[in-house]
């Protein structure tokens, strides 16, 4: 492919030439967990698959291209990912991550990875001033989501990124939310990408995957070391479903986007509802950031209910459309109660969520159907 391709074409080109053998215009799916070898070490580039498959090649080529990273590599899935980012960090060095994350990182951190002698805070990452007072001298890694989960609340990448290496700290952008379409974290100063490609990458709900992405040789040689050691990999048919749900991704976002957009307009007007967490309304703190930082808004919406918990898990229950389960990204609207749900797990720390929050993905389906599901789940 030629650098200059767009994201679309790269969606749907990169790493993935017709097969030579056959001229397929999809990848095969290389099931096979080992390679013949002509002599001891002389292979065709490959020798076991939880080291490398031709398959996971083709996703992790595309996904750098779409990241405009030099190096992709895949996991089992996004905890996967994370989990192995994290061991570039070693006991008594410092991770400084947002106030509002996925509830799985900070259970990773709090109860898997501070045992093994890793510190870590958490602090606002849209205060800058506050950032610069988190930092240490034996911080090593600043990791951002933006817009964060489930808050919506967005970090300069580049003013962050600009801090952190001051520090001689490295910054990871869980992109997820936002997705490479809408955002690329390493053209703004950030060194890795982490994704869910669970989510709106695989689009379809069918498929748990997770990826890293970087431009830094000597960072990708550990972290390809890392993958094949502890073996958290992807099988074939996972890589080939994220694939497939590659070459839609331009399409879906900017359905995403368009009745995300209609829907945060409708829910800040509604009576019941106390606050709309969206950076797309032009009253959100981070509108004018994601503007400049953003092609667009995303998919993801959360709100308040004035009503508290119980107007919260009533709501959930009542609509039709938007069918009730965690996960996110994909083709249909879901929605679901963080507080239990995929935030419990900091439940009992600082990060804990408001229990009136209600967090929607919406979906691709017709736009004035989903209003009419959401008015009538209010009306309740």
């Given at each position: ?23 397929a ?44 990273a ?156 890392l ?14 479903l ?7 991704l ?32 032009p ?27 119980a107007a ?69």
């Amino acid at each position: 492919m030629e650098n200059n391709d767009h994201f679309e074409t790269l969606a749907i080109h990169a790493g993935q030439p017709p097969d030579p053998s056959t001229g397929a215009v999809m990848p095969p799916i290389y099931q096979t967990s080992t390679y013949v070898q002509s002599e001891v070490g002389v292979h065709h580039g490959y020798e076991y698959s939880r080291t490398d498959n031709p398959t996971r090649t083709a996703l992790q080529s595309c996904l750098a291209a779409l990241e405009g990273a030099d190096f992709g590599l895949a996991f089992a899935s996004g905890m996967a990912a994370t989990d192995t980012l994290f061991r570039l960090i070693h006991p008594g060095e410092h991770v400084l991550i947002g106030d509002d994350v996925y509830g799985g990182t900070y259970r990773l951190l709090d109860k898997v990875l501070r045992g093994y002698g890793l510190l870590f805070d958490h602090v606002n990452m849209a205060d800058l001033e506050a950032v610069t007072a988190a930092l240490r001298p034996e911080t090593r890694l600043v990791w951002l989501e933006t817009p964060t989960n489930p808050m919506l609340r967005l970090a300069d990448i580049a003013a962050v990124s600009q801090l952190a290496h001051k520090a001689g700290a490295k910054v990871a952008v869980d992109n997820t939310f936002a997705t490479p379409f809408l955002q690329q974290p390493l053209a703004l100063g950030a060194d890795f990408v982490v994704h869910s490609t669970t989510k709106y990458l695989g689009g379809h709900s069918d498929v748990v995957g997770g990826a890293i992405l970087t431009s830094d040789p000597a960072a990708y040689q550990r972290l390809k070391f890392l993958q094949n050691a502890i073996g958290a990999v992807p099988g074939p048919l996972d890589c080939w479903l994220v694939l497939r749900g590659l070459k839609t991704l331009a399409l879906r976002m900017e359905r995403h986007c368009a009745n995300a957009q209609r829907i945060a307009a409708f829910l800040a007007e509604q009576p019941a509802v106390a606050r709309v967490h969206y950076p797309g309304l032009p009253t959100d703190p981070g509108h004018a950031l994601a503007r400049r930082q953003m092609r667009d808004f995303g998919g993801m919406i959360s709100f308040v209910l004035k009503g508290g918990e119980a107007a919260a898990r009533r709501m959930v229950t009542a609509t039709r459309l938007f069918a009730l389960a965690e996960s996110l990204g994909g083709v249909e609207s879901l929605i679901e109660y963080p507080a239990s749900m995929t935030h419990a797990s900091v439940a009992d720390s600082p990060l804990a969520v408001d229990p009136g929050l209600v967090r929607l993905s919406v979906g691709v389906e017709h736009v004035e159907d989903l209003l009419a599901d959401l008015e009538q789940a209010l009306a309740e």
